[in-house]
């Protein structure tokens, strides 16, 4: 069965600090690996899309990683913003035609001052 | 328009009650799709439009939802005879002409059933 699992599920880290959110997938067959922001009562915004060949994507202060071989992949916030606290939600997409897309549960990020 | 508009943002409905929730994709984009996101876990897969066809379904949990995109532009996602079980954040999201394209989401319709 297709599925990504996120850890950990929720996390709370202090103004100005790094974090490391985990991604491990079960997807056949894999197109790409996606990376969304989710603010409280709004809907996702992409951060990143990896597709196979690529090992490293940077947005601003994220930087994705994909490893394919043991299908895991890492989102790292440096210097953490307030405005960082939100829903991190990593998507894996199936190749064949379309954006079908797997869902991960979301690991709940809290900046505190 | 500039995003994915939806409304109404949020419904309260009677056990028993037909919603009706729409979808207004970003213009141009080709590719449609609805989501259902239960209370602190991710989005799944409802249905997919391509223009005004419907290529996939398959994420529909039962024959009470329906979907529909007429026009290929507006969709409309209609859930009759409401169950609490339904209860739930209702996403939209479109992209370009590339189904393999990035994806716009709307803000989603949050589904209350009583």
């Known amino acids: 069965k297709n599925q990504v699992e996120q850890s950990p599920q929720s996390l709370i880290i202090l103004e100005g600090k790094n974090c490391t959110l985990q991604c491990n997938y079960t997807v056949s067959p894999f197109s790409n690996l996606r990376w969304y922001k989710q603010d409280t009562g709004r809907g996702p915004v992409s951060l990143t899309i990896?597709?196979?060949?690529?090992n490293t994507k940077s947005n601003g202060r994220y930087t994705a990683t994909l490893d394919a071989d043991t299908k895991q992949s890492s989102l790292h916030i440096t210097a953490s913003q307030l405005s960082d606290s939100a829903s991190y939600i990593c998507?894996?997409?199936?190749?064949?035609?379309?954006?079908?897309?797997?869902f991960g549960a979301g690991t709940r990020l809290a900046v505190h001052p | 328009g500039a995003g994915v508009s939806q409304s109404p943002r949020y419904k309260v409905a009677k056990r028993g009650q037909d919603v009706a929730l729409r979808c207004d994709p970003i213009?141009?984009?080709?590719?449609l799709f609805w989501y259902q996101q239960a209370l602190g876990q991710g989005p799944e897969f409802l249905t997919y439009?391509?223009?005004?066809?419907?290529?996939?379904k398959s994420g529909l949990p039962s024959d009470r939802f329906f979907a529909e995109r007429p026009e290929g532009s507006v969709s409309t996602l209609k859930i009759q005879r409401t169950q609490q079980e339904d209860s739930a954040v209702y996403l939209c999201?479109?992209?370009?002409?590339?189904?393999?394209?990035?994806?716009?989401f709307g803000e989603g319709s949050r589904l209350t059933v009583l």
């Open positions: 213009s141009g984009h080709v590719s």
């Open positions: 990896m597709t196979f060949s690529e």
């Open positions: 999201a479109s992209s370009w002409d590339r189904p393999t394209g990035e994806l716009f």
């Open positions: 439009f391509q223009n005004e066809a419907q290529l996939d």
């Open positions: 998507v894996v997409s199936t190749s064949g035609g379309y954006n079908k897309l797997i």
